[in-house]
């Protein structure tokens, strides 16, 4: 079956670094995606990885291990308005995006 | 950067109308669109595929003469929630993939749909 595993909950302190990890299995494997969710809103892509590795983007790098189903999202110099849910979503074989419940981040000053 | 567009984004209706829901990729052409739908503090839950010019391909569970998807173009895709009841009451969005080289998913700002 598909099946996605993250924290349900993180609490961090503003500034500080976070990692967020992932474990994931999919039938087939395209890619995988993570995305940013506020509350009440739609979620916003923050990055896609398909090649073993660190992906750097700003404050936000994601890494990804094929052979392990493994990513993680790491932010660094938090802010309070990071705080929000982190959707790791894996891609199938049919290009559709497998979801887990995220993780909610919470940011404390 | 690339933006998905939804139209409208809050509608308020009558139990037993139906309400047509908008789903534009902006600045790429998106062979694939996906329709969500997202109750409060759960999950994304895919409802349908759709892909353009052919009929979209929906999930388990989901009534596809009550949740009509037409992709008319590579650009459009439209879901049309037929005789809405209280329960269709949720937060509706649309995916646009964008593949060609640069995969990624791009999510729309979402519809409110409450129905009275």
């Known amino acids: 079956g598909q099946n996605i595993d993250q924290p349900t909950e993180m609490t961090a302190t503003e500034g500080a670094i976070v990692q967020i990890n992932c474990t994931y299995q999919?039938?087939?494997?395209?890619?995988l995606f993570w995305y940013q969710q506020h509350a009440g809103e739609a979620p916003t892509f923050l990055s896609y990885?398909?090649l073993d590795g660190l992906e750097e983007k700003g404050r936000f790098s994601s890494f990804l291990s094929r052979s392990k189903g493994y990513s993680y999202l790491l932010l660094k110099e938090l802010q309070m308005k990071d705080s929000a849910s982190y959707l790791c979503a894996p891609m199938d074989s049919n290009y559709q995006l497998i979801w887990g419940a995220g993780t909610k981040l919470i940011i404390k000053p | 950067g690339a933006v998905v567009s939804q139209h409208p984004s809050w509608v308020i209706c009558k139990s037993g109308t139906s309400v047509k829901i908008e789903c534009r990729s902006l600045?790429?052409?998106?062979?694939?669109m996906f329709w969500y739908r997202q109750f409060p503090k759960q999950s994304l839950m895919l409802m349908a595929t759709s892909n353009e010019g052919s009929k979209a391909t929906y999930e388990q569970g989901v009534e596809k003469d009550k949740f009509l998807i037409n992709h008319a173009s590579l650009t459009l895709s439209t879901l049309t929630v037929t005789s809405a009841h209280p329960e269709d009451s949720s937060f509706y969005i649309c995916?646009?993939?964008?593949?060609?080289?640069?995969?990624?998913?791009?999510f729309g700002p979402g519809t409110r749909l409450l129905v009275l």
């Open positions: 995916s646009a993939r964008r593949g060609e080289g640069r995969e990624t998913q791009y």
């Open positions: 600045d790429f052409q998106a062979t694939t």
């Open positions: 990885n398909v």
């Open positions: 999919t039938s087939g494997f395209n890619g």
